[in-house]
């Protein structure tokens, strides 16, 4: 079964800064999804990148870029120029298709809390 | 396009009680999934309807847990009778096409 690893519970970034969360994950499957959700203060869970096992660039989406290094099973978050409204629960999140129905289901990992101060 | 909702919000009850949790997906999303977050644990998958069947409840915990999606529209997540253990944040989501999942922004159970 797939397994997701995150190993730091809390992280501090000044404003303005670049920070990295890091995940690493294990599967013996060879396609898999790899998922980045933001969880804010509120509750929702909103899905901020996707990169997929076949991608050969990282995946990026405006602030956010997918360090994937496949070889190494991990697939860091970067977040580039920190924000206050970034700080948030972050969770990374695998594809884990079933092998009787062949549908998906999402593993998680513990998270990471991301406080930005000013 | 109205996103995933959930009811209540927010949900504290008594050991031994009844809770009954709703999620409405978003509309013409066949798929439906429960998750759930103990607290400071990941969060961990309960279940996966297609339309009105259950296509995988490989995660529910045990039979004190009863989920249901009649018509295939919203589904209900029941706990009878709940449990200390049973605190913690239930999330729904829903998709189309059973790949990229959007989140409902959770119902707080907290069991006393």
């Known amino acids: 079964a797939q397994k997701i690893t995150q190993t730091q519970p809390g992280m501090f970034v000044q404003e303005k800064e670049a920070v990295t969360l890091d995940c690493t994950y294990d599967?013996?499957?060879?396609?898999?999804?790899l998922f980045w959700y933001k969880q804010p203060s509120s509750g929702e869970m909103i899905f901020l990148i996707y990169?997929?096992?076949?991608?050969?660039q990282n995946a990026t989406e405006g602030r956010y870029s997918l360090n994937f290094q496949k070889a190494r099973k991990s697939a860091n978050l970067v977040i580039s120029a920190s924000q206050l409204g970034d700080s948030a629960m972050y969770f990374c999140?695998?594809?884990?298709?079933?092998?009787?129905?062949?549908?998906?289901?999402?593993?998680f990992g513990t998270g990471t809390r991301l406080l930005v101060s000013p | 396009e109205a996103g995933v909702t959930q009811f209540p919000s927010h949900s504290v009850i008594e050991k031994g009680q009844t809770v009954t949790l709703r999620c409405d997906p978003i509309?013409?999303?066949?798929?439906l999934y429960w998750y759930r977050r103990v607290m400071g644990k990941e969060i961990k998958f309960l279940l996966h309807?297609?339309?009105?069947?259950?296509?995988?409840e490989s995660g529910m915990p045990n039979n004190r847990f009863l989920a249901e999606r009649t018509g295939g529209t919203y589904s209900t997540l029941k706990v009878q009778p709940a449990e200390l253990e049973d605190s913690g944040v239930y999330f729904c989501?829903?998709?189309?096409?059973?790949?990229?999942?959007?989140f409902g922004p959770g119902t707080r159970l907290t069991v006393t």
């Open positions: 990169q997929g096992s076949y991608d050969e």
């Open positions: 509309s013409g999303h066949d798929n």
């Open positions: 989501a829903s998709s189309r096409d059973g790949y990229e999942q959007y």
């Open positions: 999140a695998m594809r884990e298709i079933s092998m009787n129905t062949g549908f998906q289901k999402l593993v």
């Open positions: 599967t013996s499957d060879q396609s898999y999804g």
């Open positions: 309807f297609v339309k009105e069947s259950k296509q995988d």
